[in-house]
């Protein structure tokens, strides 16, 4: 027989030990759901698989469908850089009076409004509606439905995943935007292939399934016969009886619901005058009225986003991600009006970027964004992005963009130009330098709060470290280091080389 002393002490160490295992367990899986990391992004060899990237490329549009209202132009997602990042890309071309049919996707989209205006809308299931018509006479409403957005040049707009949404392109020219949907998303609860579910019309598949799908879709859509159908508007395949049945409406009509006599695609052209309940556009009929109605449907916005949150005690949401300011909360954000930019140097451009603090639905979709202008020749310092991947997609010019992996090795340097797109991974070192006609892009980032660490300029890791480390590391002497850790003030962007007689001045005489 064993000592009774010694074996009870071994049964009470082994129940703690198994209490503390347990307990770190939880701990580790309320950060996950806390910070919505994907159980599926557990696998974490698989995941480092994807990104050993050696080489970057930059990448354009591989599919296109063209309907009658517009051009949806989609990036492979099989590509092996969007796999890193785990997110899709498309581009919607709206033709004036034209409309994206209604959709829901698997996963959340982040969209920014590259050019044009049009409305938005989103249906935030649960919620009421607020916008509503009602006839003169009777006193009942003509019509009644959820709030509808405006969206303008540089919007940023939000959708939930699984939400339904639509977009009309009210203006004279084509309205342009581009979305990300992050399909490595908690909200994602299938693969991480990115599926629209339309709710009318007939439209064609925007993302194969198989990436030998992709060349054989650009064969079929250049020989597709006017007739053919891809039956994609899930009311297709329910009876017609039970449609009818469902929403008190007749077997005819239940037949139209499934669009199979419908050509017209994902986006079809109104008809008409296109009738929804909104707030008058201005009040005066000229355009610094618009621009004012503009200016006041943001203001309120912001102030019932202030209201909500004293109610709330400044707390978002729960651990679910939702509570009672879903209905309230706001969708849009602009980034693109030079006066709202963060980062602005006279010589080099802006900056203007947006995180879930400035836009609290972020920290729902775990997403942020930058929008960057660089005048003619400027750079934007080097700098790696801490805690995201970032896409970069090119509106306007040409810039010279290197990116650099952890093993010292060029991955990418070239020229990136408009509708280009690069994915730059998490940590890689990325430089750019505006070509001669200048430079602008939107960079979608894979986390709500995105950080970068610039490696030059009065915020770098170089001025953070002492200089005695610095000549250390570089073997040189302190007065190269000092140079070295001074001889730049400005902080992100960078003007045209200066002068030599300017570049003569040291910086730490005037210290």
């Not at 074996?7 to 950060?31: E, H, M, P």
């Not at 949150?309 to 651990?319: M, V």
């Not at 960057?372 to 997609?393: C, D, E, K, T």
């Not at 690069?422 to 006609?437: M, T």
């Amino acid at each position: 027989m064993g000592n009774p002393l010694l074996l009870s002490f071994s049964l009470c160490f082994l129940v703690l030990f198994n209490v503390c295992l347990a307990t770190d367990q939880n701990i580790q899986g309320y950060r996950s759901r806390r910070y919505g990391e994907s159980q599926r992004y557990g696998e974490g060899q698989r995941r480092y698989r994807e990104c050993r990237l050696d080489r970057l490329d930059a990448l354009e549009p591989s599919n296109r469908i063209e309907a009658e209202g517009g051009v949806i132009e989609m990036w492979d997602p099989n590509h092996e850089e969007f796999q890193c990042a785990g997110v899709a890309f498309q581009r919607y071309l709206i033709d004036p009076k034209g409309l994206l049919l209604p959709q829901y996707t698997n996963a959340p989209r982040l969209m920014y409004v590259e050019r044009g205006r049009g409305f938005k809308g989103v249906v935030l299931s649960g919620c009421p509606e607020t916008y509503q018509e009602s006839q003169q006479s009777a006193g009942e409403f003509r019509d009644r439905h959820q709030k509808i957005r405006r969206v303008r040049t540089g919007d940023l707009f939000a959708v939930p995943a699984g939400s339904a949404h639509w977009t009309y392109n009210d203006g004279n020219e084509k309205l342009i935007v581009v979305v990300l949907l992050d399909v490595s998303n908690h909200a994602n609860q299938l693969d991480f292939h990115p599926r629209a579910f339309y709710l009318a019309g007939n439209p064609e598949e925007e993302f194969p399934e198989r990436r030998s799908d992709w060349k054989q879709e650009q064969t079929r859509h250049s020989t597709r016969r006017e007739g053919s159908s891809n039956k994609n508007n899930i009311f297709f395949a329910f009876d017609d009886g039970v449609l009818a049945e469902v929403l008190n409406i007749n077997t005819e009509m239940a037949r139209k619901l499934r669009g199979e006599d419908d050509f017209r695609r994902n986006i079809i052209k109104v008809e008409g005058q296109f009738e929804v309940i909104k707030p008058p556009r201005s009040r005066g009929g000229q355009r610094g009225d618009e621009q004012q109605w503009e200016e006041e449907q943001e203001e309120e916005q912001e102030r019932a986003d202030e209201r909500s949150r004293g109610r709330r005690g400044h707390r978002w949401a729960d651990e679910n991600g939702l509570d009672e300011t879903i209905c309230s909360m706001r969708l849009k954000e602009n980034i693109g009006d030079a006066s709202r930019a963060d980062i602005y140097t006279p010589e080099a451009g802006r900056l203007s970027t947006t995180n879930s603090h400035r836009f609290p639905i972020l920290r729902w979709l775990k997403l942020s964004a930058e929008r960057g202008v660089l005048y003619r020749n400027a750079m934007y310092v080097p700098h790696w992005n801490q805690n995201a991947h970032s896409v970069i997609f090119v509106t306007r010019g040409r810039a010279r963009v290197q990116v650099v992996d952890d093993r010292g090795q060029t991955v990418f340097d070239g020229e990136l130009q408009q509708r280009q797109l690069l994915v730059v991974p998490q940590n890689f070192a990325i430089v750019k330098k505006a070509s001669d006609e200048g430079f602008e892009w939107v960079s979608f980032k894979t986390n709500d709060n995105a950080m970068i660490s610039p490696l030059a300029g009065r915020t770098s890791a170089m001025r953070a470290f002492p200089v005695q480390v610095i000549a250390s590391a570089y073997r040189i002497s302190n007065e190269e280091a000092l140079r070295l850790k001074f001889n730049r003030e400005e902080t992100t962007l960078l003007p045209p080389r200066m002068s030599s007689s300017a570049r003569r001045a040291n910086p730490i005489e005037a210290m």
